[in-house]
């Protein structure tokens, strides 16, 4: 096994070589172009040997990639076929969605409950994204990503706009009616958010207050509503993330937009499996964020 190439690289040549486009094949993998490249040409170094000849606009064979290719097609099929004798057909697959733990626990898991009623049959398996790099085309059917809804080779569906909203537990919101009062408070801080307490300081006309907050940062915002809920600050969130929740309200009722939003998004490549199709479309259909 140490002298067989990654299983990620010998992938890609398969289908560039089925398809003779490195395009075709970052779309059926779901990854971009420059990565099926990238992969083909650690291939070739790791073999000794080029395996396309690159024209300016199209592609074709060597004599080894010609002489190799049904070899590798036919691993790829003895394998599936021992995959399916061993552990059944791959349609008992579960669905796969990646996001992230705050919007698992404050907005898909009463909606899965949901779905879980109506497509009992469908096999579900939940996986947590936190840092960006996290997600991406592999390991996941579906995937719900906060940004401006642009990933190359990805199909993404928006599911609404949402303001970002300072907030804490009762007892400390009636202590504070105007972004004065969050000076003698300790400022909750999520990473990766292009809106986060600077820029919002700055939206309420109050940017000095950065300097004067106490700062608490966390990589999840999971962990500062959590803080919040204790009355240990004063967390900035979005605010359908926190309707439905009892042990949290508006610091400030002062939201503030972003160009940032969530989003359902799905590999860009074809025949997606029936039951992943059946959640794509159930998902779409549910209240924006």
């Known amino acids: 096994m140490n002298d067989l190439p990654p299983l990620a690289w010998l992938q890609a040549f398969e289908v560039a ?29 790791r073999l000794g040997q080029k395996l396309f000849v690159r024209h300016p606009r199209s592609l074709s064979l060597t004599p080894a990639g010609q002489s190799w290719l049904p070899s590798l097609q036919d ?22 969605l990646r996001t992230t733990p705050v919007v698992q626990q404050n907005w898909l898991a009463p909606r899965l ?5 109506e497509y009992p049959d469908v096999a579900l398996r939940i996986i947590s994204a936190i840092w960006p790099d996290d997600f991406g085309p592999e390991g996941a059917d579906i ?21 970002m909203l300072p907030v804490c537990a009762p007892a400390l919101a009636e202590r504070i009616t105007e972004p004065a009062d969050l000076a003698e408070h300790t400022l909750l ?30 990589d999840t915002q999971t962990m500062t509503l959590s803080l919040a809920a204790l009355g240990e600050g004063i967390a900035l969130t979005h605010r359908r993330l926190v309707e439905n929740r009892d042990d949290l ?11 940032e939003a969530f989003w359902l998004v799905r590999p860009m490549r074809p025949r997606a499996r029936p039951e992943a199709a059946i959640l794509w479309d159930w998902l779409k259909g549910q209240v924006v964020l």
């Open 249 to 259: 309200v508006a610091a400030l009722d002062w939201p503030v937009n972003s160009d």
């Open 113 to 117: 409950c949901a779905f879980r009623r």
């Open 143 to 163: 995937e719900i990503r906060y940004g401006q809804g642009r990933w190359s080779g990805m199909e993404a569906v928006s599911l609404g706009s949402d303001t």
């Open 75 to 96: 691993g790829f099929t003895r394998l599936a076929e021992g995959t399916r004798e061993v552990f059944g057909e791959t349609g008992e697959t579960p669905v796969t």
């Open 189 to 218: 801080h999520a990473v990766g958010f292009e809106v986060g307490w600077p820029a919002w300081l700055e939206a309420v006309g109050m940017p000095e207050l950065t300097s004067r907050c106490v700062p608490l940062t966390c």
């Open 17 to 45: 070589a089925r398809t003779l486009s490195f395009t075709a094949a970052g779309q059926e993998l779901g990854v971009t172009q420059a990565a099926i490249s990238q992969r083909v040409r650690l291939l070739e170094d």
